[in-house]
């Protein structure tokens, strides 16, 4: 074979590599998807497709590798140069996310606005599921998905002991507003309303409370949900004579566990159900 000739065949492997590699990437979808909301992101994780994200929002912590991807801020105090700045050509939103104009604004730019809208509920997270897999064209790992989280939410339920629920008090410990108390249509009823928990506080969404209030409510248990660092002094001194406190029943969770109502759920109850009915008192 002269020089001619094994300069040709080289440059024809070379060819075949960079076709092939060409062919690698093209079948590799582009990071192309901003995911805003935590439970939003999580699904897209648990369908596969986490290759797709090109940035989450602050209330993405899980998977853990979420964290590593580019934040656009906290879901309800969006920027749209933020997000416009990384073309993305999805953006996949609850209804919670805000503010309005923004999404106005990427309309108009031209991208792609999904928002995903369900109740707190088994029902709902099998809404949100079909919804997202909708949106990335997962179908299939959607519908498995949907199975995997019906058959353990309701297995979950199941476990849950059928005795009278502990007086039990919901706490979400708000950066800058201090901590509030959960009532009436919030996320933290639906998950109480789910384990069959009593509720002390019957008042609608989340309001203040004081040291005076939480020993007239008198619960039995506090269930503490921190969304940014917790003041653990001002919630002892505000717990401190309830029987809760009394009886070391104040409980540390976490929030994007508990309130997420993504594809977790069947965890997020079975970790509340177990600081509820401890298995020793759940056999009495």
Known sequence: MNFLMRINVIVQMMCLVVVAHAGELAAKPSADVVSIDGAITEIVYALGASERLL???????????AQDLPQVGYMRQLSAEGILSLRPTLVLASKDAGPE??????????????????????????????????????????????????????????RIPQVESPKTLFLLGASGRGVMAA?????????????????????DGYKPISAEGAVQAAPDI?????????????????????????NGRIYAIDVGLALGFGPRLADALEAI???IYPPNIAAE
């Not at 249509?185 to 789910?194: C, G, N, P, R, S």
């Not at 660092?229 to 809760?244: G, R, W």
């Open 101 to 158: 104009t923004v999404f106005e604004q990427l309309t108009a730019a031209g991208i792609r606005i999904v928002r995903i809208e369900a109740a707190d509920s088994l029902n709902g997270v099998i809404s949100k599921v079909e919804q997202v897999a909708q949106a990335l064209n997962r179908n299939a790992e959607g519908q498995a998905l949907v199975a995997d989280i019906r058959a353990r939410t309701q297995a979950a339920i199941a």
């Open 183 to 203: 009532g009436a249509h919030t996320k933290a009823q639906a998950l109480l309303d789910m384990l069959s928990i009593k509720n002390v506080f019957t008042h």
């Open 273 to 275: 159900s177990l600081l």
């Open 222 to 246: 506090v269930l503490v949900a921190h969304t940014g660092p917790a003041d653990t002094s001002a919630l002892e001194q505000t717990l401190a004579m309830t029987p809760a406190s009394q």
């Open 55 to 65: 940035a989450v929002d602050t209330t993405s912590r899980f998977p853990a590798q």
